[in-house]
């Protein structure tokens, strides 16, 4: 298969010790197979075929680590609501939230949840992002969760993206297991669980743990089955109080904790003992109006690496834009530019585990790329309703 040499681009590669190097911008790109084999200031061009991209920036194509694109129904009427003054732990608890959509997904056949996702997912490819991440969890019983990953899985055979799945059956209680929550656990998250491992549908495993959720007792149980399996966890926490999600997951390695509003500078501490990425999602943080902001300082001085995502979702984050999502980042929570852009190439890849396949422009990584018509990374970050892209380049090749 015929080498391309990538030449006159303006190259971040996401990896700091080639962006820090004094050729850094010069750079050359060699791949080869969908992959990438060299990254230098002046490759040969014996045998490529060589790109001339114009000057243009080239970065690794962004990752959306956190998203939960595949549901029915729309709430619209919940953004109107909390609007006039009510509070989404209200909507939540008097059926509305996570269970309206439960309602509305249950409803969808394979088909229609597919169809309906692929507007979403192709918001966030037109952008350039190559990875994402999609968690069930608006089914809450076992037959409609795994209609969801199956739809999940299904993007990635009619779109050149890579899809990751997540399970997340423990989001909400539905109404049927109300008062019940162990027996859902075990009835629905736990043998729902092992019925998508054999299927060979999860790539991981999550939960919602907040006061409208879980507690961290109640997750025990699934947490433990998913060690058992050997399948990575996350958690969402932190979100609206402290529950002390995140040091708990921490217990268990998780790969990343989400939201973190209300996360302490212990629970930094324990993220960076245990290697898991802060996963920031400014969308819901803007949607629902929230004051308490991310502990960033904390997360900065303990050394834990930031990843960004949309959270892409009916009700508290309808965001599908990655661009979108820096600028918030940025502006909402005070990253650098950055921070932003390696909270959506290299902190988001190591978020799913996927540090050593994708998120950076390093030789043996998959060659996940995008031609920007912009020359820094502040430009993209600062402008906002503005798509600059000029190519879309997955596994080495400029896809649509």
Known sequence: MLATLWTNARVVTADAAIDRAPNAGTLEVLTQGGRIIAVGPALSREGCRVVDCGGRLLTP???????????GGDRANEFEQRLEGVPYAQIAQTGGGIKASMRATRDMSLEALVAASLARLDHLLSEGVSTVEVKSGYGLSVKAELTMLRAARALAQVRGVRIVTT??????LPPEYEGRPDAYIAEVAIAGLEAAHAEGLVDAVDSFCEGIAF??????????????????VKIHAEQLSHMGGTAFACGYGAVSADH???ATEADAQAMAASGTVAVLLPGAFYMLRETVLPPVAAFRAAGVPMA???DCNP?????????????MGATLFRLTVPECLLGVTAHAARALG????????????SADMVLWDVQTPAQLVARIG???LHARIFKGEVVA
Do not use: K
């Open 61 to 71: 194509a962004p990752v959306d680590c956190h998203t939960h694109i595949v549901f």
């Open 167 to 172: 399970w997340l059956a423990a989001h909400a």
């Open 215 to 232: 507690t961290t007792a109640q997750l025990a149980p699934l947490y433990n089955r998913a060690a058992a399996l050997g399948l990575p």
């Open 260 to 262: 973190l509003e209300y």
């Open 308 to 310: 960004l995502a949309t």
């Open 315 to 327: 009700g508290t984050s309808p965001l599908t834009s990655i661009l979108l999502t820096m600028n």
């Open 354 to 365: 996927l540090q050593d396949e994708t998120g950076r422009i390093a030789p043996g990584l």
């Open 386 to 388: 503005f798509n600059p």
